[in-house]
């Protein structure tokens, strides 16, 4: 967790994404900040919690990016590598508490590959942790979210604007363990565009990568499924709630970046019903399905 661009001539954000899901409820936190061209900062905290979700704004002195201990401060708010401390109390949302976190699972080199030297790119994805254990409740509104034992995820983003067009899934939650993550987007570049893919999945112990610098091609790209082969691998990912009773499927809007402003809204959906298929070749390396897939799609203007 590292605050970028101290000396930029230019409007900007960056934030992040700490996620919290049990079997029936979701709880993300993006603390973050936005910056005008003549420096002036406003740091906000959106709180996501299932199909609700709040923008808080904070003071400039009020926020503050530690970056040797790897944590972001929003007044009475921490958020780090090793959990999060939460205490708030406005007019529209109390919540408080505590989430500790076990050791995290970062990837084995930046998900931007040699795209992190590029300047000028609109926008930055960084993946910090693609799943811990979460130890800890918090109370959000009189009610009582226990996350002990359940699993988190924490990424971040930084640059002038979130892409105009783009697919976003996240899922760490299976019978077995495993983490996913895979976006698609159209990428700004030199005066023009292109179809920018980055995607990891940890399984068995084993970091796989599709990315559009190693050579992936987007098969599919639709708001219910998405297939990107690599090489020899495959990935495919298909989303359907056809026949899930058990838990309700929540959806939201929330405020993303524009030229440095949070001034865009997209929607972001969770606890759907997700199937994943690895493929090495003709060979089924897994086929994994879940009810606590995280998604975000916009078709652009």
Not at 63 to 70: E, F, I
Not at 100 to 111: A, F, T, V
Not at 266 to 285: N, Q, S, T
Request: hydrophobic share 35%; net charge positive.
């Amino acid at each position: 967790m590292t605050s970028f661009y101290k000396t930029a001539n230019f409007a900007f954000f960056e934030g992040w994404y700490f996620k919290h899901q049990n079997k029936n409820s979701v709880l993300a936190l993006i603390p973050g900040v936005s910056v005008e061209e003549d420096g002036t900062r406003h740091p906000f905290l959106q709180v996501i919690w299932n199909e609700t979700s709040y923008y808080l704004e904070f003071s400039e002195d009020d926020y503050l990016v530690d970056k040797r201990q790897s944590r972001i401060m929003l007044g009475r708010n921490v958020f780090s590598h090793r959990g999060i401390r939460l205490n708030i109390q406005s007019q529209d949302i109390s919540i408080h508490g505590i989430i500790h976190y076990g050791p995290i699972s970062p990837l084995r080199y930046s998900i931007m590959g040699p795209f992190e030297l590029v300047p000028f790119m609109e926008c930055r994805h960084e993946v910090i942790s693609m799943a811990h254990t979460l130890h800890g409740k918090v109370i959000i509104n009189g009610t009582v979210l226990d996350f002990e034992g359940e699993r988190g995820y924490i990424e971040g983003d930084r640059g002038r604007s979130f892409p105009d067009s783009y697919l976003w899934m996240q899922c760490n939650q299976f019978k077995e363990p495993a983490s996913v993550m895979v976006s698609v987007a159209s990428i700004p570049f030199m005066g023009g565009s292109f179809q920018g893919c980055i995607c990891v999945i940890h399984y068995k112990g084993r970091e796989y990568r599709f990315a559009t610098y190693l050579g992936v091609k987007v098969i599919c790209k639709r708001r219910t499924s998405v297939v990107i082969k690599q090489g020899k691998y495959c990935l495919k990912v298909y989303l359907s709630n056809q026949g899930k009773t058990k838990e309700p499927t929540f959806s939201h809007k929330l405020l993303a970046p524009d030229k440095g402003g949070m001034t865009r809204y997209i929607k972001e959906g969770h606890l759907h019903r997700g199937r994943f298929l690895l493929y090495k070749g003709d060979k089924l390396i897994f086929d994994l399905a879940s009810d606590n897939v995280s998604f975000e799609y916009e078709s652009g203007s």
